[in-house]
Each structure stands twice: as structure tokens, then as C-alpha cells.
């Protein structure tokens, strides 16, 4: 699913006033309230539409309004101080995304904008991703539907693995996320919705012909190596010994579940990092999390090491991981799509920014990674 700040520098005469005027509102402001920071939006509309015509006006209001309406909850949330309306170049930003929604009629691109503004608050001290955000702003009039749909979900593989290691359970995760991303909506093919985005700078495209993606079946198991472990048989006296130990140690054997692609193995169901692992005991009558001992830590890291061992090119689990992937609609309607696709490309800074909003504006729950 990281936070920045921003400077601003004097220039001329007038300028330097100004900024000393700015420096001294932040000293004494502490923060804007949102009716201050409503009279912004209207303060940085009215410099916007200096040059249009009264019935360009008369349109871009109501869609300009659409995108204040649905910034300010999600800036508010962010820093209810609102302090980076006092900031220049955050206003000049402001001006720049309400022209883009000026210049559109699609509802979903004030959705879209509003998520690239709060991530152009919350980047704000790192310049280059910064940038990207502004200029992903610029185009949101322009990005196709299904070329939006498509950069997103190809940033959504590339990034975005499951924190469960339980086979079901993260292959559910996906299944959603992607599901959210394609929205019920079909998938773009062949070269026209690349040459698009390659047109917008939202991606740069290989050599077609020379070289395309990894298959699906030869990237995901990289990927996803943690359900690729190999476990323990649970016939053995190893597993045995952990299961005696994990009583002795009051870890619990819940833990300790049948492999889903190899049978009669055991894995174990807890990410194999000690410090993310806690044991949860009833006190009072309420459950509280509480950090392994060192007892259980030792134990805990002898099971790591006999079961947690990966191996991707086993073609048991593979063929397995396989059968267990196309039982979910969404994730077979992936594999295929990205089995087609014509040409290598990279996403640009600019992509990631569009592609980062759209699947927040899809589901604020899951984290945006530049």
C-alpha cells in the first residue's frame, strides 16, 4: 500500500515582500481552517479562468466543484491543520488539477485528481516523485478508461504481494485488488492503449519484437515465493519435535497446517520473521498480543528454518499453484491478459502517480508505492 514537505525561494522586489509576508503567516498560523482553505480553492479557480469564455466558466463550476468537494474530506483526514494551503507551490498545484477537471466531464477524474493531490501533500519533500504527481495531474483528461485500467493493474502485479503466507488467503487478497482495479470492465489488448500511455510519457515502451514481458507462469512464483515453501513431511520426527516444542513453549500448534500444495507436508501459517510474530492470550477476558520470549523465539527459529525453505522451480507446487490460481475468476482473466500483452514497457514517474491513485480511489485501504 511516505510523507513529504516543500520549500519556496524569493525572487524580485515584490516577490521577496510577499515571501516575507508568507514566512511570518506561517509563524503565527498555526493551521488553516477548512473555510480558509475553501476561499483558497475559489482564490486559485478565479486566477485559473482569467482567459476562459463566460460559458467555458459557466461549465468548468460545477466540475471544479466536484473536485473541491472531494479534496478537502481527504486533505482534512491527512492534516487537519491544512497547513499546506499557506505553501505556494501547493497552490499553484491546485490551480494546475483545477483546470485538468475544468477540462473534463468524466466524474471518475475528480476521484482521480483528488487522490493525486493528497499524495502531492503527502510527497512533498521528495522532488522527483513530486513531479511526476504534478505532471500525472496534467493528463488525467486524457488517459483512456481502459489504458488507466490497464497501467494499474500491470503496476498492481509488479508491486503488490499478499502479507499472508497461507495459499488461499493471498490468493483471495489478489483476487480483490485486482477485481477492484478491472472493475468489472474489459481488459485493453494489443498495441493502441500502449502507444497511448507511451504518448502520454506514462510509460516508455520497449523494441516490439524484441523483447516482452516474463510469461506469467515463469514471473508469479518468483513473486510469491512464500507459497512456495517446502515444509516438512508430518510423518517425521521433525515435525514432531516442533510440535512437542511448540506446546512446551505455549506457542500452540495452531500454527502448524497442512501444506496446500504438497501432501502430507506441514507448513507453518506465520510470516517466517520473528519480530512480526506475536502470541495472542486471553486475560481478563480480552485478547492481547503479546511479543515472543525468548524461549519461544529459539523455537520458533529452529521451525523457520526446517520448514521455510522456497523452492520456485518445483513442479509439484507449480503445477499445484496453478490449479489453486485459475479456481479464482479474476486471477485466470489476469493470467491471460498479461500472457498477451504485445511489448515490453517501464512505467514513468508520471504512470506510477496515475496508476497509485486510481487504485487508491479503488481502495483507500491498500498503500501506495512509488
Known amino acids: 500500500m511516505t510523507k513529504n514537505t516543500q520549500t519556496q525561494s524569493a525572487g524580485d522586489n515584490s516577490t521577496q515582500i510577499q515571501a516575507g509576508t508568507i514566512q511570518n503567516y506561517y509563524t503565527t498560523i498555526t493551521g488553516i481552517d477548512e473555510a480558509r482553505a475553501r476561499s483558497i480553492c475559489k482564490e486559485e479557480y478565479a486566477i485559473a479562468m482569467q482567459n476562459w469564455t463566460s460559458e467555458?466558466?459557466?461549465?468548468?463550476?460545477d466540475r471544479v466543484q466536484q473536485l473541491e468537494d472531494k479534496v478537502l474530506p481527504k486533505l482534512v483526514q491527512?492534516?487537519?491543520s491544512l497547513k499546506c494551503f499557506a505553501d505556494p507551490s501547493f497552490q499553484i498545484t491546485l490551480r494546475k488539477a483545477q483546470i485538468s477537471a475544468a477540462s473534463t466531464d468524466r466524474?471518475?477524474?475528480?476521484?482521480?485528481?483528488?487522490?493525486?493531490?493528497?499524495?502531492r501533500v503527502e510527497q512533498d519533500a521528495d522532488r522527483g516523485r513530486r513531479l511526476g504527481i504534478t505532471k500525472a495531474m496534467e493528463i488525467v483528461d486524457q488517459v483512456d478508461d481502459l489504458a488507466l485500467i490497464g497501467i494499474s493493474l500491470v503496476h498492481a502485479i509488479l508491486n503488490f504481494t499478499p502479507l499472508s503466507v497461507v495459499l488461499n488467503q493471498g490468493l483471495s487478497v489478489l483476487n480483490n485488488l485486482y477485481g477492484s482495479i478491472i472493475a468489472d470492465r474489459i481488459l485493453p489488448e494489443g498495441m493502441t492503449w500502449l502507444e497511448h500511455l507511451d504518448l502520454l510519457s506514462a510509460i516508455r515502451l520497449g523494441s516490439r519484437g524484441l523483447n516482452k514481458f516474463k510469461k506469467f507462469e515463469e514471473y508469479i512464483p518468483s513473486q510469491l515465493s512464500q507459497f512456495f515453501v517446502l515444509g516438512i513431511p508430518k510423518d517425521s520426527d521433525e515435525f514432531r519435535d516442533i510440535e512437542t516444542g511448540f506446546r512446551i513453549t505455549a506457542i500452540g500448534t495452531s500454527c502448524l497446517i497442512p501444506h496446500p500444495l504438497l501432501p502430507d507436508r506441514m507448513i507453518l501459517s506465520l510470516p517466517p520473521n520473528l519480530d512480526h510474530i506475536v502470541i495472542n492470550r486471553t486475560i481478563n477476558g480480552c485478547v492481547v498480543k503479546e511479543p515472543l520470549n525468548s524461549d519461544q523465539k529459539e523455537m520458533m527459529r529452529k521451525a523457520i528454518d526446517l520448514m521455510c525453505g522456497v523452492d520456485i522451480n518445483n513442479e509439484e507446487m507449480?503445477?499445484?499453484?496453478?490449479?489453486?490460481?485459475?479456481?479464482?475468476?479474476?486471477?485466470?482473466?489476469?493470467r491471460k491478459w498479461w500472457n498477451n500483452i504485445p511489448v515490453h514497457f517501464e512505467i514513468s514517474p508520471v504512470g506510477v502517480a496515475l496508476s497509485n491513485a486510481y487504485i487508491h480511489s479503488k481502495d483507500?485501504?491498500?498503500p501506495c508505492l512509488y
Request: glycine share 0%; hydrophobic share 50%; aromatic share 14%.
Open 364 to 366: 483507500s485501504s491498500v
Open 78 to 80: 491527512y492534516d487537519n
Open 107 to 119: 466524474v471518475a477524474d475528480y476521484e482521480l485528481l483528488s487522490e493525486l493531490i493528497l499524495h
Open 56 to 61: 467555458a466558466i459557466a461549465i468548468a463550476n
Open 318 to 334: 507449480k503445477s499445484a499453484f496453478w490449479i489453486e490460481w485459475e479456481k479464482y475468476p479474476v486471477l485466470s482473466l489476469v
